[in-house]
């Protein structure tokens, strides 16, 4: 799942115990999980508020294309490198087809 | 209020900034059905009838909120030993706060669990051993495992994120890889890893649990493999061995900066071992709103910043790094509250404090002092 390239087929969720979070004392967004409260940037919050448990890998990064007029290789780029992260440290799950898929 | 200058300064009388708490620890009540040799509880326990009520929590939480803390750990003792814990709970969640809650798990029943489905957001479950015989001789309590493993399987029947987390020392690490691979078989997103700190109870504990510099280097090691096995799969944040680093750690990630601590009879603190420091005087939210103490509190502000650090941490590159360290474990070794942490190479009591350690590691000494209320501290 990790260390390698991301299936685009993919659908990214949010699991239990994570979740985005309005900081109003500091005026910013986080993403909070167990022991880790990440502040987000522009480029974070965007991708987060997309993930509806619903949609692929691929969809997300279509939308972003379309609301941010940028070419999809440098959406790609920025989503694959912003995911793989938070899957690393296991804040964000993914749901693939196969043998390894999880149920959202 | 104790002291309230009207610009905050450290304990040498330089300005201080003052930054927004993220993390709260409640200690909702030092009662706990077991006994562990290392609690992080002051020696000196809170008496049941001084603990703060579910309202006092929920006001505290709502002023905590409003201050900019994002998280709250519910603690004790074993939080389960208070019957209002699920109002507890739920005041913390209604102030918008993340609910973490850190349990040993006796004490629970599966109903009392289920009532906190919704309202705690991640649950973080003590380990004292990979089996009865371990954990139940650590925690000085028969059977402790087996309920420990029944409430672990309605956590994860629930659905709570689980958190393992496993207190390390010379009579368990050797079995480190077990912990890890139990994590896993529960389900773990992440497992802690904290070799115990010498503070406390488990200062009275030193011979019996200080671990060998073998067993700090092994447990390293372990740590990476499985780091790099697991990724992706489970985290694994690890708490090395104090004694046998080259540099302390950053304490609290530095004094009075992220984190605050609610002692259960209100009594608000820089880190839980606060109290150990002689001369700090501390605010008690019964007496005092949260921001103010916060702010102006004269324990919070004492080791603010580096302005007030000695040499050699003054003029190290380390400082904004570690802070010159545990003001703790200054206290107790140093017996002065601004020195170097003796666990620093550069310390001038480092020989000292190897010396101790790998004399007290060697030790084959195995009889426990265990945590024990003031009442039953008669046997």
Redesign the interface.
Known sequence: MTGHRLSNACIPYLPRGVRLHDDRVRGIRVLLAPERAMQLDAVGDAILTELDGRRSLAEVILTLCDRYDAPSEQIEGDVHDFIRGLVDRRMLFLACQGPHGEAP | MTHQPVIPQDIQGNPVRVG?P??MLAELTHRCPLACPYCSNPVELARVNSELTAAEWGDIFRQA????V??VHLSGGEPASRRDLTEIAAAARDA?L?V?LITSGIGFTEARLRELDGIV??V?LSLQGIDAEMADWISGYGGSFARKMQVAEWIGQI???L?LNAVVHRQNLDRLPEMIDLAERLGC??I?VATVQFHGWADLNRRPLMPTLAQAQRAREIVNEARRRL?????I?YVPADHHATYPKSCMGGWGSTGLNIAPDGVVLPCHAAQTIKGLEFDNIRDVRLAQIWQYGAAFNAFRGTAWLPEPCASCERREVDFGGCRCQAMAMANDPLATDPVCSRSSLNARLRAEAEAEAASDDIALVYRRMPKEKRT
């Open positions: 927004l993220m993390a909120a409003d201050l900019g994002l998280q918008g993340y973490n957001d991640h973080q659905g709570f994120p958190t997103r992440r802690e990724r992706g799969r489970m985290v944040d």
